[in-house]
């Protein structure tokens, strides 16, 4: 028996915290945790074929994901972030990065060749372990990832709450039976749209630094928070001190989306590398795309497919969504 299954058999704690809901490894599920299990996977299925189908009937094209790049997110600064370890490997003489997020790759690929472009991406991020209790925090998990050339913001936001609300409602006819199973046929009612919006610095006098928190309990129905100081690549409009970005927040879930208009200027993008020490000899390709202005405007989002799958599931960990369970600190054999 490895370390993980005792953590998990025992309910024992990690820094002091109790782990009751972390997932245990498929081959340990008992025959109502398998049922459980294949009703939250005919959810993720489902969700998988709406959204992809509903990107393709909007004429995305669908790239195919990659795992190691000189260049990946560099996930600073963004307050949500809390990485342990990077992953940083060397393979014919050359130093790669696993993905953090497929950011750069999709401003590149819309800049040079697809107008709207969608990735289901594999991310490893190895989240901090006391991060495992959370239940929404995972160590590898995949974004469905799109980007459209020349679009706003608000465009990029109507077209997330179609897919939920659109998204919902076909689930309801297509998995009753399921949700009925997962306690959650009652509960997951289709949002009104457009959904409602927040402005960061408003939370931030309403509720103090720790806003999201406070405000997930509050909510009933998804809702968007804008403006929030992150990584180079979103737009800031350094006048007006304003991000042309936003967040996708679920209630009592969090998080599930993060997307933004984006940089495409060299001097804007060098000169926040250089504000936030970020190491730009990571970008050099970005970087020289945008000094020979073949970057182009862009807006998009990625949407955490697990986190989004777990509260249309009403899972008690993310962990549970994933066939086989990747929680931070608690590496299984499979
Ligand atoms: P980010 O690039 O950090 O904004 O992440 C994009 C989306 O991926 C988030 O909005 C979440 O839905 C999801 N996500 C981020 N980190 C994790 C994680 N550790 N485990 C599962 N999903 C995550
Ligand atoms: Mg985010």
Same mark, same amino acid.
């Given at each position: 028996?490895?370390?993980?299954?005792?953590?998990?058999?025992?309910?024992?704690?990690?820094?002091?915290?109790?782990?009751?809901? $972390?997932?245990?490894?498929?081959? *340990?599920?008992?025959?109502?945790?398998?049922?459980?299990?294949?009703?939250?996977?005919?959810?993720?299925?489902?969700?998988?074929?709406?959204?992809?189908?509903?990107?393709?009937?909007?004429?995305?094209?669908?790239?195919?994901?990659?795992?190691?790049?000189?260049?990946?997110?560099?996930?600073?600064?963004?307050?949500?972030?809390?990485?342990?370890?990077?992953?940083?490997?060397?393979?014919?003489?050359?130093?790669?990065?696993?993905?953090?997020?497929?950011?750069?790759?999709?401003?590149?690929?819309?800049?040079?060749?697809?107008?709207?472009?969608?990735?289901?991406?594999?991310?490893?991020?190895?989240?901090?372990?006391?991060?495992?209790?959370? =239940?929404?925090?995972?160590?590898?998990?995949?974004?469905?990832?799109?980007?459209?050339?020349?679009?706003?913001?608000?465009?990029?936001?109507?077209?997330?709450? =179609?897919?939920?609300?659109?998204?919902?409602?076909?689930?309801?006819?297509?998995?009753?039976?399921?949700?009925?199973?997962?306690?959650?046929?009652?509960?997951? $009612?289709?949002?009104?749209?457009?959904? %409602?919006?927040?402005?960061?610095?408003?939370?931030?006098? %309403?509720?103090?630094?720790?806003?999201?928190?406070? !405000?997930?309990?509050?909510?009933?129905?998804?809702?968007?928070?804008?403006?929030?100081? %992150?990584?180079?690549?979103?737009?800031?409009?350094?006048?007006?001190?304003?991000?042309?970005?936003?967040?996708?927040?679920?209630?009592?879930? =969090?998080?599930?989306?993060?997307?933004?208009?984006?940089?495409?200027?060299?001097?804007?993008?060098?000169?926040?590398?250089?504000?936030?020490?970020?190491?730009?000899?990571?970008?050099?390709?970005?970087?020289?795309?945008?000094?020979?202005?073949?970057?182009?405007?862009?807006?998009?989002?990625?949407?955490?497919?697990?986190?989004?799958?777990?509260? !249309?599931?009403?899972?008690?960990?993310?962990?549970?969504? *994933?066939?086989?369970?990747?929680?931070? =600190?608690?590496?299984?054999?499979?």
């Amino acid at each position: 028996m490895g370390p993980k299954t005792a953590i998990v058999q025992a309910g024992l704690t990690i820094n002091g915290r109790r782990l009751n809901e $972390i997932p245990k490894p498929l081959p *340990q599920l008992s025959e109502s945790e398998i049922e459980r299990k294949l009703c939250i996977s005919r959810v993720m299925t489902h969700t998988l074929g709406y959204l992809t189908g509903r990107l393709l009937d909007n004429k995305f094209e669908w790239l195919l994901p990659v795992m190691f790049s000189r260049s990946t997110d560099p996930l600073w600064p963004d307050p949500g972030a809390s990485i342990e370890k990077r992953i940083e490997v060397e393979i014919y003489g050359k130093t790669v990065r696993t993905t953090l997020s497929m950011i750069i790759h999709k401003m590149v690929a819309c800049s040079l060749a697809f107008e709207k472009l969608f990735i289901l991406s594999p991310n490893a991020r190895i989240e901090r372990r006391d991060r495992a209790d959370s =239940g929404i925090h995972a160590y590898e998990f995949t974004q469905l990832d799109f980007e459209m050339r020349g679009a706003s913001s608000k465009t990029v936001r109507s077209l997330v709450e =179609g897919l939920i609300s659109g998204l919902i409602k076909s689930l309801r006819d297509a998995l009753r039976h399921e949700l009925i199973h997962l306690g959650r046929f009652g509960s997951l $009612i289709v949002p009104e749209t457009p959904f %409602r919006v927040y402005d960061r610095k408003e939370l931030e006098t %309403r509720f103090g630094e720790n806003y999201e928190s406070k !405000l997930l309990v509050k909510i009933h129905e998804p809702v968007w928070i804008t403006n929030i100081p %992150r990584e180079f690549y979103d737009f800031e409009d350094l006048d007006r001190d304003i991000w042309d970005n936003y967040d996708l927040l679920l209630p009592q879930y =969090g998080e599930v989306l993060s997307g933004a208009r984006r940089e495409w200027e060299y001097n804007k993008i060098f000169g926040k590398m250089k504000r936030d020490e970020v190491a730009a000899e990571n970008y050099e390709e970005l970087l020289k795309l945008a000094g020979e202005r073949r970057l182009k405007p862009s807006a998009g989002a990625g949407i955490g497919v697990e986190r989004l799958v777990s509260w !249309l599931a009403g899972a008690k960990h993310i962990g549970e969504v *994933q066939t086989f369970p990747r929680i931070p =600190g608690a590496v299984y054999d499979l």
